[in-house]
């Protein structure tokens, strides 16, 4: 009877374990889907993922590079820099000459680089052809009213001569390479009496004017409107 107990007890016990076992087995090894999106205990921080490198956008015209430096783009000349680096070759080459060993060395790495530097300035692409900056235009002679002193013997020589013809052979002779003002030009006409011969004056020196918004002046030489018409329509001309 004692025994009967016994057993009854035993399976008792082991079918309240086998009720209470999964739960809690399911209790102690929660889910491993749950546990990956379980957040993070209160006052750590979120893992953040790691940042891909941002590389600018390229065409497809050659194979994408990611630069690996910056700096400044600038203009030199491709000649200019070729003669500076042949100089310092020859100046390497002189030293390498009368160098130790120790120092040979150095000369032919120091050579090595500038040929680097040599060949990378000859296969740079061509950004701009600088032209040279065209010479300034020569100045325009200075243009100038003929000197009081050479005035004064031109119209001195004028005065000796006695007849209109020859006083207008020395007008014509001394306008070359002269240039007169308006108040020139009317003592000239001063001294030919009639309206006709300051007409013929006009004529020869219009083109010699320099002066010319002074011109309205030398219509107060003519009496008449109709020489002082004849006036206008000679200095008027091109």
Do not use: C
């Not at 209470?20 to 993070?40: C, I, L, Y």
């Not at 390479?177 to 001294?191: A, F």
């Amino acid at each position: 009877m004692k025994s009967l107990a016994i057993a009854v007890a035993l399976l008792t016990a082991a079918t309240s374990f086998a009720q209470t076992s999964p739960q809690v087995e399911k209790q102690q090894a929660p889910d491993a889907t749950m546990e990956k999106f379980r957040p993070p205990p209160p006052g750590r921080p979120q893992p953040s993922q790691p940042s891909q490198p941002q590389y600018p956008p390229h065409n497809n015209s050659g194979p994408f590079v990611p630069p690996n430096s910056t700096g400044t783009l600038v203009v030199v000349s491709r000649e200019d820099l070729a003669q500076r680096l042949e100089r310092l070759e020859r100046l390497l080459e002189d030293i390498e000459d009368r160098a130790d060993r120790d120092s040979r060395n150095k000369v032919r790495k120091a050579q090595e680089t500038l040929e680097n530097v040599r060949r990378q300035v000859a296969d740079a692409p061509l950004l701009a052809t600088v032209m040279p900056r065209p010479p300034p235009p020569p100045p325009e002679p200075m243009v100038r009213p003929m000197a009081d002193g050479a005035f004064q013997r031109w119209y001195d020589a004028i005065a000796r001569e006695n007849f209109t013809d020859d006083k207008l052979r020395v007008l014509n002779t001394g306008l070359q390479n002269n240039y007169l003002l308006v108040s020139q030009v009317m003592r000239l006409m001063d001294r030919f009496s009639f309206n006709d011969d300051k007409i013929n004056v006009l004529r020869a020196v219009r083109s010699r004017i320099l002066d010319t918004e002074n011109n309205y002046q030398l219509y107060n030489a003519f009496t008449f409107s109709s020489d002082k018409k004849r006036a206008q329509e000679i200095l008027s001309q091109r």
